[in-house]
């Protein structure tokens, strides 16, 4: 056994607790300096997926509006040829009724074209829409990959610039942690992930000749009971009746309190 070890063996529980409840603070404090850098360069990797899921969509818009003019251009290809046949009927014309009647199939067949035409237009110009959209999706996509690289490096830098301190606050929490029961350390992990850290609470003198105390975290009232199970017993850990969190009372608070226990 070590000296330190030893040394936090002897101490009551609620020392230990509290020992942990520093350290594991520090470690917290340290990671979510990595952590805001990972959930910005997160936040750009989904930006990122977005805008590509964009620009699949408008690329495959683009290729049905032109596989529609190709069809269009088809349908007029074949109007065309109808055209150029009935002028060459309509020469050949033996009476007025045969020319009236090829006439008006010429007309019909003419507004027809049209018709393909107009289509062909707003067709055409849905493709110009579509190609300015995806300019201005292949800028976007540039620009937002600047900022993942930038968002990328950031992250490494700072992984780097924690990683021996958190290295030496993970071998302190790991021995502040030994010396406390299995239990007790289970119930304290727990809260110190459900309260991001704050799994432990000063207890706070309201009214000292009234008796009156409460808990820092969830300023609640304390019951007489749990301070005196506090004093009574350093290695009983005692907790708020309202938010959970384990008590401890600060030198000052237990010297006030109880000064001839001290
Ligand atoms: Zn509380």
Redesign the pocket.
Request: neutral net charge; glycine residues 0%.
């Given at each position: 056994m070590s000296d330190t070890l030893i040394e936090l063996t002897a101490m009551p529980l609620i020392d230990n607790l509290l020992t942990l409840y520093k350290v594991d603070r520090q470690v917290r404090s340290l990671r979510s300096r990595v952590e805001s850098a990972q959930i910005y360069l997160n936040v750009q990797n989904r930006l990122m997926t977005e805008i590509g899921v964009e620009q699949a969509e408008s690329n495959l818009k683009r290729k049905q509006h032109k596989a529609n003019i190709s069809n269009i251009e088809t349908e007029i290809g074949a109007v065309d040829v109808r055209i150029e046949h009935l002028r060459e009927e309509l020469n050949q014309a033996i009476n007025d009724k045969q020319y009236s009647a090829l006439l008006a199939e010429m007309n019909t067949i003419k507004v027809h074209r049209k018709a393909f035409e107009d289509e062909e237009l707003i067709e055409m110009s849905a493709v110009e829409d579509l190609d300015a959209n995806l300019a201005d999706i292949s800028q976007r996509l540039e620009e937002r990959e600047k900022v993942t690289k930038v968002a990328s490096k950031e992250l490494k830098v700072r992984e780097a610039e924690i990683a021996e301190q958190l290295a030496e606050l993970e071998t302190e929490r790991e021995a502040a942690a030994a010396v406390i029961p299995e239990s007790v350390l289970d119930e304290f992990e727990s809260l110190a992930d459900d309260y991001d850290g704050e799994s432990m609470?000063a207890v706070e003198i309201i009214d000292l000749k009234r008796r009156e105390y409460s808990?820092t975290?969830?300023?609640?009232r304390l019951p007489l009971d749990s301070i005196t199970s506090m004093l009574g017993n350093k290695d009983a850990h005692v907790k708020?009746?309202?938010?959970?969190?384990i008590l401890f009372l600060e030198a000052e608070s237990r010297e006030a309190i109880a000064p001839a226990d001290t």
């Open positions: 609470a808990c975290s969830c300023s609640l708020c009746v309202s938010c959970d969190r």
